[in-house]
């Protein structure tokens, strides 16, 4: 096997999502903007329809570049934030893509917040890179960021983060009264937990002493005055601290903490709910008990995000619904198959989107002043793309998890099935790991040029395997172990 870095391939039994996969990597090689020659102030990055950098779709990609096996820099945007931290700690969210200086965006949102990334972007990249000189570098000016948010959205007046309902991830989902919002607050929360870890990575007792208690008490002021026990809902809250009862599903968010507890297990049965989340294209933005939940228009009422998808299912994953929320990927990745394979009226090709249709295959469209269907979601939105076609195929339909200073490979199936990954791109090194039937019944191959320790999990036989994985080439017989 090569050393030199490459984009990993996959193998599944359906060809259709390998064929999904590989054209992802296609439209990413023809998006990705590199940094010219000569030009000192120019940065890489995934191009898309924004007109400008907005600092959370900007840093979605970072989710799936890490598998480019350093073909695109997951860290170029991030470094490129940093580099424009203001003296307070303060980073805002939209910068001009020609002139890199930033844009004063929405007078509703003067500090231009938006829903921040920072430690789990840079968690997702130590994990496949094992780079820690890189988290020495940025973590004092991520707990810098984290100390001027918690000051300007007032956490120790209110207990939570209060900001513009413009911060919302929702599109045009009507939150016009919300000042506290469920996905702020929870992703906030979420993202000191992951500075912590880093904190531990990196032994400094300090830093996991500043996240981790801010981490928690944020999640204390959710489960307090966010949640609903009649109505099993995380809700926003108005400027006076009363709940909205608008539903949502930014309550996901939540589910990416290590809480499990009487608010985990009603949003899980929420999204498994089919007069609920669980609608034929998994999860609708809004539920379909929200009196904002359109069928099959305007946008994001109703509309199924393939973002907010995404957390849904990783955070399904992360309680331990490893079957519910692979289904919920297949089941996703299906409707773009059906969406690429089916032209649009006047269009010769079919296409993916950002936002699709809750109860039928294809595109939800937007409304426009007078009430008309003329406006189409992103085309080909890859910050949307490839969290689903890459990320989660890998990690949550083939199952694998790969981690190099862990020097782990987890590898979580429901069933044997002929699937796998070619090539895994780790630093001064790369793993193949196949599921294959022949004579001898099913055959794990494994190759790798460092060991490794692999774990197997069979969920349908309840059995787990563990051996190292020598340098060289060597085969399991799970049946035989």
């Known amino acids: 096997m090569s050393n030199e870095p490459a984009i990993p391939t996959v193998k599944h039994f359906n060809p259709d999502l390998v064929d999904l996969y590989d054209k992802t990597w296609v439209w990413i090689s023809k998006a990705w903007h590199p940094v010219q020659k000569n030009d000192r102030k120019g940065i890489s990055y ?7 950098f907005d600092y959370f779709t900007s840093v979605i990609p970072t989710f799936f570049l890490i598998y480019s096996g350093e073909k695109y820099d997951p860290c170029a945007i991030l470094d490129f934030y940093y580099s424009k931290q203001e003296e307070n700690g303060a980073i805002r969210s939209h910068f001009d893509k020609t002139t890199y200086e930033h844009i004063a965006q929405n007078k509703n949102n003067p500090e231009d917040l938006s829903v921040p990334l920072f430690a789990s972007a840079e968690y997702a990249i130590y994990n496949k890179t094992g780079n820690k000189k890189r988290l020495k ?41 919300a000042r506290f919002l469920v996905e702020f607050n929870c992703a906030v929360a979420i993202e000191l937990l992951r500075l912590a870890e880093l904190g531990d990575i990196l032994n400094e007792k300090p830093l996991m002493m500043f996240a981790k208690p801010l ?11 966010m949640w609903s026990a009649t109505d ?17 599903i930014g309550e996901v968010f939540y589910l990416l903490s290590n809480e499990v507890n009487h608010v985990t297990l009603g949003i899980i049965k929420k999204l498994k709910d089919p007069n609920e989340f669980n609608t034929y294209n998994v999860f609708p933005t809004v539920p379909k008990s929200s009196e ?3 069928s099959g228009r305007n946008g994001f009422k109703g509309g199924v995000s393939s973002i907010l998808t995404f957390f849904a299912i990783k955070g399904l994953e992360n309680k331990g619904e490893f079957i519910f929320a692979s289904e919920c990927a297949m089941r996703h990745l299906f409707t773009m198959l059906e969406s690429l394979s089916t032209p649009l009226n006047g269009e010769a090709t079919g296409d993916v989107w950002e936002v699709y249709k809750n109860e039928s295959d294809g595109p939800v469209m937007f409304l426009d002043s007078r009430k008309k269907e003329t406006i189409f979601p992103k085309r080909r939105y890859l910050p949307a793309v490839g969290l689903i076609t890459i990320n989660l195929l890998i990690e949550n339909v083939i199952g694998m998890n790969i981690s190099l200073p862990q020097k782990t490979v987890h590898w979580t199936m429901q069933s044997y099935s002929e699937m796998g990954i070619e090539n895994f791109p780790l630093k001064r090194n790369s793993i193949s790991i196949q599921c294959v039937k022949n004579d001898r019944g099913w055959e794990i191959r494994l190759e790798s040029e460092k060991l490794y320790y692999f774990t197997l999990t069979n969920l349908s036989e309840k059995k787990e395997h563990k051996l190292p994985i020598p340098s060289g080439k060597c085969s399991l017989l799970p049946e035989k172990v």
Request: proline share 4%; net charge negative.
């Open 215 to 225: 981490s928690d008490a944020i999640l204390c002021g959710v489960r307090d005055k």
């Open 292 to 294: 904002q939940f359109e």
């Open 46 to 52: 995934l191009s898309s329809e924004d007109e400008s």
């Open 137 to 177: 570098d940025v973590v004092p000016k991520i707990k810098k960021y984290y100390t001027w948010l918690m000051s300007v959205c007032g956490f120790k007046t209110h207990g939570l983060l209060k900001t513009p309902s413009s911060v919302s991830l929702l599109g045009n989902v009507d939150r016009k009264n």
């Open 232 to 248: 099993e809902f995380l809700y926003d809250l108005d400027a006076n601290g009363e709940q909205i009862k608008n539903p949502h």
